[in-house]
């Protein structure tokens, strides 16, 4: 039991670090090459920090762990939104002011429906899979549009800013994106084989394990990112992190963990992980919309109701191992 705890503990350590470098370095070559900050900030940054949970589902689907792939993304969701946003609300309420980020709720709340719609039956087939692939393509393609057509937004302002402060040469981000990429690899599958030896020897499902322990160390970087963005006062930096971050789990790395092992849907995910998912994307929506002609906003009392929200889940979740 000690070593693949102290598997899980390195290879999160790792995964977090090499998370960092390689969003780092990306930014850096795409600012290199022209890209604006504002698609940087959307597809870079955006997805960049869910590289964990893409590495780690896919190892899990290759080896027949579909419990933790599917844990995993929803479970990062689930904690993107609840544990995540209510922390940050709590440090410094968040405004929303880009106009990018209000087009991309109603996106993330409609491939949410998705989701239901295509685990409903108990099984995730290899063609669900390739939908799920070929929706991310288009709502990338329609993201990267839109965000050429906006003129000026505030999170294009905010990136800004933090291109400039981590300005690095061509030569150094290519090597600190190549050595993220390569130790994202590594710790993931130190990571998945820590959390599948405990899980067998507890004798706790896959899915519990991907839930919580995987799911909360693949959003780690999430969790920094945004909370450094939020004492900044970039707030909708810290709120992109997390839509992005939520839209590349529900459909790009569940999309490809599919793709590579057709998975059945354990009972749980339809009854009780979805349902929370989407409540909390709709209170999200709710949330950062305009709201009596102001700006909408993540008061600090949603945010600990958020938090509030989260533990009480993560409670659950340790009871039905403990009273198993």
Not at 149 to 174: C, G, I, P, V, Y
Not at 277 to 282: D, P, Q
């Amino acid at each position: 039991m000690a070593l693949p705890l102290l598997m899980i503990v390195i290879g999160l350590i790792i995964l977090v670090w090499s998370a960092d470098l390689f969003v780092e370095g990306a930014a850096a070559i795409a600012r290199l090459l022209g890209m604006s900050p504002l698609l940087i900030g959307m597809v870079i940054v955006g997805f960049g920090t869910s590289a964990p949970e893409l590495t780690v589902s896919a190892f899990s689907a290759w080896q027949g762990n579909p419990g933790i792939a599917l844990g995993n993304a929803y479970g990062s969701n689930i904690t993107n939104i609840a544990l995540i946003l209510g922390s940050v609300a709590l440090i410094s309420p968040i405004v929303v002011h880009s106009q990018v980020i209000r087009k991309e709720l109603p996106v993330l709340f409609a491939v949410t429906l998705l989701v239901i719609a295509q685990i409903f039956d108990g099984e995730l087939s290899r063609t669900d899979a390739i939908l799920q692939l070929g929706v991310f393509a288009v709502v990338m393609g329609w993201m990267i549009r839109a965000g050429m057509n906006q003129k000026t937004d505030a999170l294009e302002l905010e990136m800004e800013d933090e291109l400039e402060e981590h300005a690095m040469s061509f030569s150094q981000a290519l090597i600190w994106l190549i050595a993220g990429l390569v130790l994202l690899v590594v710790s993931s599958r130190i990571l998945v084989w820590g959390a599948v030896t405990i899980a067998q020897d507890l004798g706790v499902s896959d899915l519990v394990i991907g839930l919580t322990i995987v799911a909360i160390g693949t959003s780690l970087p999430e969790l920094a990112s945004s909370i450094v963005a939020a004492r900044k006062g970039e707030h909708d930096l810290a709120l992109g992190n997390i839509i992005g971050s939520n839209l590349f789990n529900t459909l790009a790395v569940v999309g490809l963990a599919g793709v590579i092992h057709p998975m059945a849907i354990p009972l749980e995910i339809v009854n009780r992980d979805w349902p929370l998912m989407a409540l909390l994307t709709i209170s999200l929506f709710v949330m950062g919309y305009t709201k009596n002609g102001e700006q909408g906003r993540i008061t600090r009392v949603e945010g600990g109701a958020l938090l509030a929200v989260y533990i009480a889940y993560t409670l659950y979740l340790i009871n039905t191992v403990v009273s198993a």
